[in-house]
């Protein structure tokens, strides 16, 4: 059986936004701000089994930031990831539905409220289930590397990622979010297994990058962009948790490269250290440079835009300004 869901098309989002959608921003980042520890190979994972209703308080600060696009608290959150702190698979699998169904009950009292507000001028927002890289699992900075090491086959990227992917789908979210892969092989895995699961709903591929010119990998996007253009599964494509130094050369080569949408979410600009498991100090963007630059990456071409790692409701609320009030 297809895992087929009518759903609001994420074309219709970005229409209602007027051109441009706002996605949401860095999830750990808000989390520790209210305290959670997260300093784990779950990392904001670990909010699901120990506090959840930190992640509904994110989802809410977020969609008041002006977000039309929620994602998930699952992007480090995998069966083996649960496994290996002790728990069941059963309860693995309740705590990836957990992070839709936080997500969606978020999403549904704030429209509730807003739809009693009149000209509240917020849009009902969608819920993207957050599918990160295997590397995000493997918890080694390899997201950022793409170097996976030769045991590592198409068919055990598929058997990693499919379980998950086919629960976030039933737990009821509107779209999926693959996101910081950083090679081909990977977003061929993700391809596949949306036409073998034949998932009905939008998706879209994120890749990083460490050199605003190819993947993690040093695969060139024209490769992997030429390859997802072939699926009519996929229905945007871009980057996340890259330097926003980057993010307008990059709208720029993919609008050469691909006519699906394009979402980019960079991070702040600072350096994490897989390995050390640390931000390195650097020059970042503050919420004043993201809305300046958020209209440029508009204007060139971007359909989807919100942040990453380090970014904030006010980045967020900045970004919704500057692309919705200033077409």
Known sequence: MGLKRATTSLEQVIEKAGGCAVVDGGFATQLERHGAAINDPLWSALCLIKDPHLIEQVHLEYLEAGADILVTSSYQATIPGFLSKGLSINEGESLLMKSVKLAVEARDSFWDAMEATPEHGYNRALVAASIGSYGAYLADGSEY??????????????????RRLQILVEAGSDLLAFETIPNKLEAQACIELLEEEDVNIPSWICFSSVDGENAPSGESFEECLDMINKSDKVHAVGINCAPPHFTEMLICKFKKLTDKAIVVYPNSGEIWDGRAKRWLPSKCFDDDNFEYFARRWRDSGASLIGGCCRTTPSTIAAISKAVKENP
């Open 145 to 162: 590397s793409g170097c996976y090491g030769p045991d590592v086959t198409l068919d055990n990227l598929k058997d990693f990622h499919r």
